[in-house]
Structures are given as C-alpha cells and as structure tokens.
C-alpha cells in the first residue's frame, strides 16, 4: 500500500519528501528520532525551528514511512487548514500516526487548541503516535490554553537547526543525485551566491534546473545556471 493511505483530507504529500531525501547536517539526531517515532518506539515528537530547516519535510517523510509500513496517516498543515471546523480532528486517534505542522499558526484561536487539547487525550490513549511542529519551543509557541501548553512537552522536544553553507551544498547534492543529476561544488557555491539562500527557494530552483536540463540535455555549469536564474529573475520583476 503506498502514500495514498494517508487519510483524505485534501492535501497532498511531496512524493520526493522521504527520509533518503533528507540531509540531515546538525540534525543527525532528529532525523533518528523521526525515524524511531514512526517506528513506535516513542510517542510523541515535538520540533521547532525556523523556515527551512526541514520541519515539514520530515513530517511527510514520517507519512511515507507509515505507508511502507501499511499503516494510516494524517499529515495536518495547520496553516492551510485553520480557516476550517478543528473537528475535522476528530477520529484520527484511530490511525497509526498523526502529523501536524506549524501548530502556532492556530496560537490564540480557542476552538482550536481545545480540539488539540482533547486530540492529545485521544491519542495517549489510543496509542497512536504524534508528530508536531513550530517556528518555536513549546513555552514560546502562543498557545494560550496552558493544559494544551503542557502536552506539547509531553514527549521528546528537539531543535532542528539552520545548514551552515557547507551543509547546503551538500544536500543539494544529494537532492540532485537522487533526481539523477551531478551538482558540482562550484556549481552549489554559484547559487549561493545567485539565489536567495533559503532552503525551500533552493530545492524549487534546483527543480527548474532538473527540468531545463533534461528539455535541452545540458548538465548543470555555472554559464547554463546562470541563464536560468537570469531568466527566472526576469520573471519575478
């Protein structure tokens, strides 16, 4: 059974977010954790960090490993879906694993952390497992319903931290190579310097690249990268 398992709330998983796809630089430990969660040997994960480290990533590739593992899943952007009834948690203690992303993007709405509250109630004693993220630690995520607050730190809390410049290159590299292209250093070291630096930013540049390169059979050398970012530049003004 694949990805398509997960539970049919409308939103989509990245095919290409799995835990081979991801490198980890300084977050050695937390990409072991994720793996071990949805393992069952923990139940509860919180990560926090900020734009670009990761955090959704490694909860759709928490997603795709519940699939190998024929089990349900439930990945809940909350910034997407926080314009909706929260009962739509309702139920999901009955799946293997609950993934739920950017949860202070629903800080302050009380109908919200409420249902937050009794789903990780419900899942505790369900056994189901659960894998949360924020911009931010528990104590600072906004919640303002302090029994939610304390569930947050239930379980393991960890900090996925920035890629130094080094490490951006290579996971570039190794996002490249499973896309079946070679990304020399030189070449990484060009879009650094080229492109905003955000990982997000990077990896869709590194797509374009992937699909100009395959259209006009190149292999990617700063002058081909250079026309592209040009081009793409162009279109953003």
Known sequence: MNAAQQIPLGVGLRDEASFGNYFPGPNGEVLQAVQTLVSGAHQFLYLWGA????????????????AIQDQRSAYLPLKDLRTLQP???????QL????????????GQGEWETALFHLYNRLRASGARLLISGVAPPPAAGIQL?????????????HLRSLDDVSKIS??????RNRGMDLPAEVGEYLLR???????????????????SLTQQRKLTIPFVRTLITHATAETQ
């Open 194 to 212: 080229h492109w905003p630096r955000d990982m997000a930013r990077l990896y869709d540049l590194l797509q374009r690249l992937d699909m100009h």
């Open 51 to 66: 734009a670009g480290t990761g955090k959704t990533h490694l909860l759709h590739a928490a997603c795709h490993g519940c």
């Open 146 to 158: 302090a029994d939610l607050g304390s569930r947050l730190g239930w379980g393991l809390v960890l």
């Open 171 to 176: 996971a570039l590299q190794l996002r490249a």
């Open 87 to 93: 009962e739509l948690l309702e139920g999901l203690e």
């Open 96 to 107: 293997a694993l609950v993934c739920v992303d950017d949860v202070q993007a629903v800080a």
